[in-house]
Nanobody, 118 residues
Framework: QVHVVESGGGLVQAGGSLRLSCTASGRTFSNYHMGWYRQAPGKERQFVAGSSWNDASTTYADSVKGRFTISRDNAKNTVYLQMNSLKPEDTAIYYC???????????WGQGTQVTVSS
């Protein structure tokens, strides 16, 4: 069982920045693909950014490319999402997810609210 906890959300003005953190329990964090997703009110959850298990590659949704950066510190069992140039449309609950490489189960956190005011 992997326990995932997000933190770092809050209220920020448009154009501002926030850094989200996601910490996962377990001794094999480096073997997990990690990703960030978000869900705005009345909308489906959508992919935001992902980091491969060996940190060899990162992927981003088109809507956040050039503004958001995903990174990970395997020694701290933590993945980060640096969000710059925030827009009101980035307002959502942000979720962190992990999947063991070769596995099929996704582990989700409880989410952290990000609100961007105009």
């Amino acid at each position: 069982q992997v326990h995932v906890v997000e933190s770092g959300g809050g209220l920020v003005q448009a154009g501002g920045s926030l850094r989200l953190s996601c910490t996962a329990s377990g001794r094999t964090f480096s073997n997990y693909h990690m990703g960030w997703y978000r869900q705005a009110p009345g909308k489906e959850r959508q992919f935001v950014a992902g980091s491969s298990w060996n940190d060899a590659s990162t992927t981003y949704a088109d809507s956040v490319k050039g503004r958001f950066t995903i990174s990970r510190d395997n020694a701290k069992n933590t993945v980060y999402l640096q969000m710059n140039s925030l827009k009101p449309e980035d307002t959502a609950i942000y979720y962190c997810s992990g999947r063991l490489r070769g596995g099929v189960r996704d582990y989700w956190g409880q989410g952290t609210q990000v609100t961007v005011s105009s």
